[in-house]
């Protein structure tokens, strides 16, 4: 399933506490992993002559190298002891970017990073820079709220993949499936219905008949999707809420779920820069891991 997987690391306490979960995901799969750090861009340098004549100007860039050798090399010390293979690598450019780009490059099968913050306003902000690799990556992203860290457990039991039958939910479901099958995990394949979206139009009723008759539809799809992929046990469910956000949550907490495999937009214009808005409210507030998936680009 993994034979590659990335994690980027600023030696902050919230990697660190994702760092054991991501080190049981690629003992499981007997994966390399890779740890990156990336330094700021290099600094303009103004010479800065001390009394000897010497310039000061590196060593505020030499020093961020440091940092970034000392944070991948403790990060390797520990994902030995479970003798994974690791990678190490200090790049420097805009974080992003060049997360998104060794992804690419290296070919890895999932990138890991934590989300911003634990407490109070910063738990509903994604970090920068995770955000933008999740609006950017064409490689599958698994995002791990700091916070609930401590309660993550590999490998997994129960995988759940909301789908409204798109291709590019269904090319998350796929992954799911996947991840399920490899794991002997259940999958459970989930549409819900806004009902709240429709206020008072009188046409409602009628219109929420036709969007769970399509949420039929689309669940059907997905569990045919993981049946092919090998996954034993498929749970179908079609629901109503007031915001498909709100229900995913609750069948979250109604079923023990695991992890969260979910669609983003599209690979080109305008949306390429935007998530779905369903998966970036996840993505903020999920109790459990969420694995953003692209449609592929030939579609």
Avoid: W
Wanted: glycine fraction near 8%.
């Amino acid at each position: 399933m993994f034979d590659r997987l990335l994690f980027p690391t600023d030696g902050s306490e919230g990697a660190d506490a994702v760092l054991d979960h991501v080190v049981d995901i690629a003992a499981a799969h007997d994966a390399t992993l890779h740890l990156l750090h990336v330094a700021p861009p290099e600094s303009e340098r103004r010479p800065n002559l001390s009394d000897e004549g010497e310039s000061e100007g590196d060593e505020p860039d030499e020093r961020r190298r440091s940092d970034g050798e000392r944070f991948v090399s403790d990060a390797a010390a520990r994902a030995s002891q479970s003798d994974v293979a690791v990678v190490t690598s200090v790049e420097r450019g805009e974080p992003y970017r060049v997360i998104t780009e060794y992804a690419a490059e290296q070919d890895s099968d999932l990138v890991v990073m934590p989300t911003h913050g634990r407490t109070g306003l910063s738990r509903l902000l994604l970090g920068s820079t995770t955000e933008r690799v999740v609006r950017r990556s064409d490689v599958p992203v698994l995002t791990v709220r700091p916070d609930a860290a401590t309660d993550l457990a590999y490998p997994y039991a129960d995988v759940l993949t909301p789908t409204d039958g798109s291709a590019c939910a269904t090319a998350a479901v796929t992954f799911g499936s996947e991840v399920a099958a490899a794991t002997d995990a259940a999958l459970h394949a989930v549409s819900v219905v806004n009902v709240a979206a429709f206020g008072a139009d009188i046409r409602g009723p009628l219109l929420i008949d036709e969007l769970e008759e399509r949420a039929s539809d689309a669940v059907e799809q997905a569990g045919d999707v993981a049946a092919a992929a090998g996954v034993e046990t498929v749970r179908e469910s079609v629901g109503r809420d007031v915001s498909i956000h709100h229900g995913i949550l609750a069948y979250i907490d109604e079923h023990d779920v695991d992890i969260v495999v979910m669609g983003t937009h599209g690979h080109t214009g305008f949306d390429r820069y935007m998530l779905g808005s369903v998966a970036e409210k996840l993505v903020r507030t999920s109790p459990v891991p969420v694995v953003t998936v692209r449609k592929p680009r030939n579609e």
